[in-house]
């Protein structure tokens, strides 16, 4: 496809048309531009169901030029191949986005455990703003994207644990649904996450 970005569902309302993306931005900076995204995709169940098991989505972005040329953005940028999800154990590499924490990404390499059915990691202090973060992989062909920072809670109730989506079947239905670009998929919008705040 080459135009492929991928997120928690919880992350998008309504098409997610005219969202923008702009990988690598540091400290005020957008190495390779911003991008814009034309539709988002979902597995089919995630409207009626809003599982934290189904917290995945596909998002399809336009080509831009670059220096004269229309360019796709896995063209410019390079790009991860999608896995499934981790085995207990195994490191992941999680950059993330934190609400109103300076202009830079912040990086952690953490083992994976599970509770219950979602993969999870440890790691200071991944805040809102880090939903949708790609949890990534290294193994014998290179980096593979094995969850996003979402699934139960919406990705955590504390800073220090963060959770994804059990990759499976239906992230492959949601990816499947993406490359074929039929109709996209309308996102009611976030629910309650089921933390409980203290006063």
């Given at each position: ?94 950059p993330a986005y934190p609400v109103g924490r300076d202009d830079r990404p912040l990086t952690c390499t ?16 991944y805040v809102d703003g880090t939903s949708g973060s790609p949890w990534l992989r290294h193994g014998p ?59």
């Amino acid at each position: 496809m080459g135009d492929l970005l991928v997120t928690a569902t919880h992350c998008i309302a309504g098409g997610a048309e005219g969202y923008t993306f702009a990988p690598g931005y540091h400290d005020g900076v957008e190495p390779y531009g911003s991008w814009t995204v034309t539709g988002a995709y979902a597995a089919p169940q995630w409207v009626s169901q809003r599982s934290p098991r189904l917290d995945v989505a596909f998002l399809v972005v336009a080509p831009r030029r670059r220096h004269g040329r229309l360019r796709q953005i896995q063209a410019v940028t390079g790009a991860n191949r999608l896995g499934t999800a981790p085995a207990r154990g195994t490191r992941v590499t999680v950059p993330a986005y934190p609400v109103g924490r300076d202009d830079r990404p912040l990086t952690c390499t953490a083992r994976v455990y599970y509770r219950g059915s979602y993969p999870a990691f440890d790691c200071n202090p991944y805040v809102d703003g880090t939903s949708g973060s790609p949890w990534l992989r290294h193994g014998p062909t290179g980096w593979e994207v094995v969850g996003v920072i979402g699934g139960l809670h919406q990705g955590g109730c504390e800073p220090w644990t963060s959770y994804s989506a059990p990759f499976g079947a239906a992230t492959r239905q949601a990816y499947s649904a993406a490359v074929r670009g039929r109709r996209t998929t309308v996102f009611p919008g976030a629910e309650s996450d089921g933390c409980t705040t203290g006063l």
